[in-house]
């Protein structure tokens, strides 16, 4: 099979019927063999039942229903562990997201050796404050952190190598930062294409503002976890020894001062409380860092490495 594409839907029951006749055109077109993987993410309306209509209609429909909504993410994760296509194709349900970029995304991946190909909606047809300029500071910084140029990591036009999808594990709100994940897997030819967006034509956006709370701390946790998640020590150790020996010169220094000036109260200094907190804050980084590899070694995800190549076994 040549693409499988995953599409996770939270009540888009007016969409799909076209979503589907859309993308059936595009890959006839192109004589490419595929399946569409809806997966329905407990919508209250009646996604489930077009689905079955569909499938009745085309073979290549496949759908997963969830008994309650889990999120995008798990969506995405059930799709992905679904997949048989070389090349898998995410995207919207609503119809934001052209169906005609499909050929292109997949001969990025099997021609030019992408890893992984991200749309880039560079003209959004979204409102310019809820979604436009939030999302350049989102991208911007997401950037910064992860030193991987994309101008768009959110976009749910998305196309992959299998071995990349089947290789990370997307949960919470990571579909966010899944290029960050594949880079952290080891796949590291990551590009981007200019897509087509469109307006919304049926149903309403399910993203509010929390996405940006959630999306930083995902963020904040995917650098950790990429970074330290095996040698959580590593980090607490490193930040634990630093504030320590800071707490500790200025302790020193107060003592110094103290036979110095003997009329001097310590506790009118500022550089006490200094002193005191930092101890104090070292030592709780080195109790964590001590707790997190304890976690660490008990995980039965311990040892567990993406290996890429055998030879003889
Ligand atoms: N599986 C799943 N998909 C969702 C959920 N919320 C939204 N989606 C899908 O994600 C895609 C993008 O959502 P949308 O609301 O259009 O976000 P926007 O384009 O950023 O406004 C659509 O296909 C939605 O159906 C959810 O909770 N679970
Ligand atoms: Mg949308």
Redesign the pocket.
């Known amino acids: 099979m040549d693409i499988s594409i995953v ?6 029951e007016e969409s799909l019927p076209e979503l589907c006749a859309w993308i059936k055109r595009v890959m006839d077109a192109n004589r490419f063999l595929y399946e569409i993987i809806l ?4 919508s209250t309306d009646n996604s489930w039942e077009v689905i079955e209509e569909l499938r009745k209609q085309y073979d290549c429909v496949k759908g997963i229903k ?1 008994q309650r ?4 993410s ?3 994760n059930e799709g992905f562990k679904a997949v048989l296509g070389e090349v898998v194709i995410t ?4 119809l ?1 997201d052209s169906p005609d970029e499909i050929p292109d995304l997949y001969k990025m991946i099997v021609s030019d050796g992408y890893d992984l190909v991200s749309g880039w909606k560079k003209k959004r047809f ?1 409102s310019t404050l809820s ?1 436009n300029i939030p999302s350049k500071f989102f991208n911007a910084v997401t950037r910064r952190m992860s030193g991987i140029k994309l101008h768009d990591f ?1 976009c ?1 036009l998305k196309s992959y190598k299998k071995k990349v999808v089947k290789s990370i594990e997307v949960y919470g709100e990571m579909h966010r930062y899944i290029p960050v994940l594949a880079k952290w897997a080891g796949f590291k030819k990551i590009g981007e294409k200019v897509v087509e967006h469109r307006a ?1 034509k049926y149903g ?4 509010g503002w929390e996405r940006f709370v959630n999306g930083f701390l995902d963020l904040a946790s995917i650098m950790f976890v990429g970074r330290f998640g095996k040698k959580p020590m590593h980090f607490f150790g490193l930040w634990g020894t630093i504030a320590f020996l800071i707490g500790i010169a200025v302790s020193i220094y107060l003592i110094i001062s103290k036979f110095a000036n003997p009329e001097y109260m310590l506790t009118n200094r500022p550089a006490f409380f200094l002193a005191l907190t930092m101890v104090l804050l070292g030592s709780q980084f080195f109790l964590a860092g001590f707790v997190g590899e304890l976690i660490a070694r008990n995980s039965p995800e311990r040892n567990s490495y993406l290996i890429e190549k055998k030879i003889g076994l």
């Open positions: 599409v996770p839907l939270f009540n888009e997966i329905d993410d407990g969830f909504n889990y999120g995008k798990a969506a995405l995207m919207d349900a609503d934001q979204d979604k959110n749910g919304r309403v956006t399910k993203f």
